[in-house]
């Protein structure tokens, strides 16, 4: 059975840091490719940054610079380095791992972005 399992959110002040991180277990981890998705209230599921099985990263321009995501595939594991978080960071964030038609979901962790 998959399962991801996500840690790491919170309340943050703007212009503060947070990681997020989350555990895979059931698959192959090192296959597939990974990523970190939010939805904010009102909004749809976005993608915020990927990284393939083959370690190349992409990121949604407004955390470009800002967010970085890595992987360890003999951790079974992936993380997201939130710095710089500004109020529009605030969402649910999820974990997803993918493999051709097969995804898998984290079950989310709130960020929140608040003075």
């Known amino acids: 059975q998959v399962q991801l399992v996500e840690s790491g959110g919170g309340l943050v002040q703007p212009g503060g840091s947070l990681r997020l991180s989350c555990v895979a277990s059931?698959?192959?981890?090192?296959?597939?490719?990974v990523g970190w998705y939010r939805q904010a209230p009102g909004k749809e599921r976005e993608l915020v940054a990927g990284?393939?099985?083959?370690?190349?990263?992409n990121y949604a321009d407004s955390v470009n610079e800002r967010f970085t995501i890595s992987r360890d595939n003999a951790k079974n594991t992936m993380g997201l380095q939130m710095n710089s978080v500004k109020p529009e960071d605030t969402a649910v964030y999820y974990c997803?791992?993918?493999?051709?038609?097969?995804?898998?979901w984290g079950q989310g962790t709130q960020v929140t972005v608040s003075s």
């Open positions: 997803n791992v993918h493999l051709g038609i097969k995804h898998y």
């Open positions: 990284i393939t099985s083959g370690g190349s990263t």
């Open positions: 059931g698959i192959k981890f090192s296959l597939y490719d």
